[in-house]
Structure formats: C-alpha cells, structure tokens
C-alpha cells in the first residue's frame, strides 16, 4: 500500500484547510486509516481515525469539534476536513494505514504504512 497526502499550506487562524490522503496497491487490505502530526520539537501524536468499510471515526480531544476524517472508498481516499484552525495546529500531517482491525487507534505502531507528510502552518 502507498499512501500520498496532500492539501497542507499556509492560513490564518481560524481558517479551514482540508488535508487528502489517496491510498495505492492493496488498498482492499486496508482496515483504518489514521491521521498524525508533528510538530517542530514535539512527538507525533494522534489525530484522527477511521475505518475504511464502516467509516467510524475517533477523533483526539485536542481536535474533537473542529476536525472531521472521513473517506471516499470509491477513490481510495481519506481526508481531513480542519476548521478553526489554532497555531498550535501547526505541524506535519501523517496519514497512515492499518490492515489489522486492533482496537488501538490512537497507536503508531498500529499502523503499518505511511505517507510522506504534508505541512500545515497556521499564522496568528
């Protein structure tokens, strides 16, 4: 499975940026996908998750309310939908695949494939 995130940039606090992540290969192995960032001197940590047939979602407190993770199965996409955006928002966006239905969502090593990244910065 290769994963390819896009859709990070620059905006302003309290603005909206929705991140995509297209999925490749064996996507029909593919049970979760989750989303993770990091941001500069910090670890990566957990964002969102959710499952690819079903579609349930869990979201981290940090961004419950203003985030939403969702996916299209037809395109082989997930995305997150960010709103509200806060400086301390800023960071690396991961998304990641699981192809075992664990019920750790929030577990890197959970995942078993990664994209690259993409940035989101958001300016006060």
């Known amino acids: 499975v290769q994963l390819q995130a896009s859709g990070g940039g620059l905006v302003q606090a309290g603005g909206s940026l929705r991140v995509a992540c297209a999925a490749s290969?064996?996507?029909?192995?593919?049970?979760?996908m989750g989303w993770f960032r990091q941001a500069p001197g910090k670890e990566r940590e957990f964002v969102a998750s959710?499952?690819?047939?079903?579609?349930?979602?869990y979201h981290a407190d940090s961004v419950k309310g203003r985030f939403t993770c969702s996916r299209d199965s037809a395109k082989n996409t997930a995305y997150l939908q960010m709103n509200s955006l806060k400086p301390e928002d800023t960071a690396v966006y991961y998304c990641?695949?699981?192809?075992?239905?664990?019920?750790?969502?929030?577990?890197?090593?959970?995942?078993?494939?990664w994209g690259m990244g993409t940035q989101v910065t958001v300016s006060s």
């Open positions: 959710i499952t690819w047939s079903g579609g349930s979602t």
């Open positions: 290969g064996r996507t029909a192995s593919i049970y979760r």
């Open positions: 990641a695949a699981a192809q075992s239905p664990r019920l750790v969502y929030y577990r890197q090593g959970t995942y078993d494939y």
